[in-house]
């Protein structure tokens, strides 16, 4: 059974700052990964799909990579900004559906 | 841009009723799905829906829950009876590609409270 985690679980940050999150999943035979935002009581929103077959994803200021063979993703965002604050899920797609990390929650201060 | 659409935002219903949560998918979508999130767990799997069947559904997709796609633009989700546990956010999302090669686009949710 695949199981995704995420850490740290909640991270705080001055404006500005280079941070990494980090994503690990037991079960290497993936598909793709994706990484999502969620902002408290609403939805989920795409930010980044990784194919199995891809090193890494690049959206603006995030940088997302994915080393299958080792079960790892991180999450990199750059010149982190107040709006950035929200919590960030990993999700992992093996048959038929995504699984889902328990998500970090980054606060960015400004 | 296009984006999935859900439908009431929050409902609060008692135990035994019916309830139905109703989702707009991206039109030129072909995959539908329901995942669910009860407050303070992961986001999980309920069904994946595609040509007018369900493809795939976990565990907790028991004979309580049914899909429909009434229409050509609605995707529902029915909960014959809810108990307290079915309490939660749930989200509809679509794909224009099947899950393990397309990403998944997720509506704003539907909070559903069972007393």
């Known amino acids: 059974k695949q199981e995704v985690t995420q850490i740290p679980a909640a991270l705080s940050v001055p404006e500005g700052e280079n941070l990494v999150l980090n994503c690990s999943f037991t079960?290497?035979?993936?598909?793709?990964l994706q990484w999502f935002r969620q902002d408290p009581g609403k939805g989920l929103t795409s930010l980044l799909l990784?194919?199995?077959?891809?090193r890494e994803q690049t959206s603006g200021r995030l940088n997302a990579s994915l080393d299958k063979s080792s079960g790892r993703s991180t999450l990199y965002i750059a010149a982190s900004q107040p709006g950035d604050s929200a919590t960030y899920l990993c999700?992992?797609?093996?048959?038929?559906?995504?699984?889902f990390g328990k998500g970090t929650l980054l606060t960015v201060n400004p | 841009e296009p984006e999935v659409t859900q439908t009431p935002s929050h409902q609060v219903t008692q135990m035994g009723q019916e309830v139905i949560l109703r989702c707009v998918p991206i039109?030129?979508?072909?995959?539908f799905y329901w995942y669910r999130q009860i407050l303070g767990q992961k986001v999980e799997f309920l069904v994946s829906?595609?040509?007018?069947?369900?493809?795939?559904k976990s565990e907790i997709f028991d004979d309580q829950f049914s899909v429909e796609r009434p229409d050509g633009s609605n995707f529902t989700l029915k909960i014959r009876s809810t108990k307290l546990e079915d309490s939660a956010m749930y989200f509809c999302?679509?794909?224009?590609?099947?899950?393990?090669?397309?990403?998944?686009?997720f509506g704003e949710g539907s909070r559903l409270t069972v007393l």
């Open positions: 999302a679509s794909s224009a590609l099947r899950t393990e090669t397309g990403e998944l686009f």
């Open positions: 079960d290497s035979a993936i598909y793709n």
């Open positions: 990784i194919q199995s077959s891809q």
């Open positions: 999700a992992v797609c093996g048959n038929y559906k995504l699984t």
């Open positions: 039109s030129n979508h072909l995959y």
């Open positions: 829906f595609y040509n007018n069947e369900i493809s795939e």
